[in-house]
């Protein structure tokens, strides 16, 4: 996994090279999947493990942006994993070289840990939540269990620019959900209207107030697909309804949910009316 990872990271750096040889002036980001990481409550061995944990969240990031391994990562897979990532000749000259312009990532919840729940502090972590997070007793879930957390994306922009000082462009933020077709053709998903609208007002307060220089919004998404994470048709993301279910059946018509409109409407005032 971690020499996947490297040659991963490589790949990146050679790209991000070879297009700066191309057009010096070209802007060249990365994008990676983010899931902030609270602590469950303000005892020390909480917020060191999420921290343990966000570690492993900056890890592609921090190579991607700085150009270079992080000693806690490197601490990490060699003493404790017992892996050492053979390094060829003119790896970390091309790490240093093919360092990205600006940061793209996906923000769709948040996750919380308590430290007396976890048996292995040396666990990796996956995309999406935590395995080993507990509920926040402050945020609402959807019905599959994802938090829906606006202050999160604020939290997330600011941890970010903090830390990289470089632009930031979110590239997937969306709402999973069962949509019911009226008899009409209407579908009206408002639960999705309020998730974004919270967290556009929420990446306005991080500009705003904060000072992010961010440079793009793209949400999750446009037109019904299949869900990656549950690989269910009936979790649906779009503001295009498409007919088909989780068999397969279905003429594929499209349809407008009431969500498109009001997208549509963000997209013509620049986000001033959300």
Same mark, same amino acid.
């Given at each position: 996994? =971690? ?19 191309? *057009? ?24 060191? %493990? ?8 900056? +890890? ?7 150009? =270079? ?8 897979? $060699? !003493? ?30 948040? !996750? !919380? ?24 007793? =402050? ?5 599959? @269990? ?5 202050? @999160? ?15 930031? +462009? ?25 998730? %974004? ?46 007919? $088909?279910?989780?068999? @397969? ?15 549509? *409407?963000?997209?013509? !005032? ?5």
């Amino acid at each position: 996994m =971690y020499q996947a990872g490297h040659h991963e990271l490589l790949a990146s750096a050679w790209a991000v090279a070879k297009g700066k040889e191309i *057009n010096p002036a070209f802007q060249i980001g990365a994008m990676v999947s983010h899931v902030p990481i609270y602590p469950y409550s303000s005892n020390p061995e909480d917020v060191m %493990l999420a921290e343990e944990y966000m570690r492993q969240r900056y +890890f592609f990031p921090d190579v991607q942006v700085r150009g =270079y391994y992080p000693s806690y990562a490197l601490k990490r897979i $060699r !003493t404790r994993r017992g892996y050492h990532i053979p390094f060829e000749e003119g790896d970390e000259e091309s790490l240093r070289k093919g360092k990205v312009d600006y940061l793209g990532f996906s923000y769709y919840m948040s !996750t !919380t840990v308590k430290s007396d729940t976890v048996s292995d502090h040396n666990g990796d972590i996956v995309n999406g939540a935590l395995p080993h997070g507990v509920d926040n007793p =402050y945020i609402k879930s959807s019905d599959w @269990g994802w938090s829906i957390d606006p202050t @999160g994306l604020r939290y997330t922009l600011n941890r970010f620019y903090d830390r990289y000082q470089i632009p930031l +462009f979110i590239v997937e933020n969306g709402f999973g959900a069962i949509d019911q077709v009226e008899e009409d053709g209407s579908i009206h998903d408002p639960e999705r209207i309020q998730y %974004l609208a919270s967290h556009i007002e929420a990446l306005k307060k991080a500009i705003e107030y904060d000072g992010v220089d961010l440079i793009g919004y793209t949400p999750w998404g446009i037109i019904d697909i299949v869900s990656f994470t549950t690989g269910e048709m009936k979790k649906r993301y779009g503001m295009i309804y498409v007919d $088909r279910d989780n068999e @397969g059946n279905g003429s594929m018509k499209r349809l407008k949910k009431d969500s498109f409109t009001w997208y549509q *409407n963000v997209i013509a !005032t620049n986000g001033e009316e959300v």
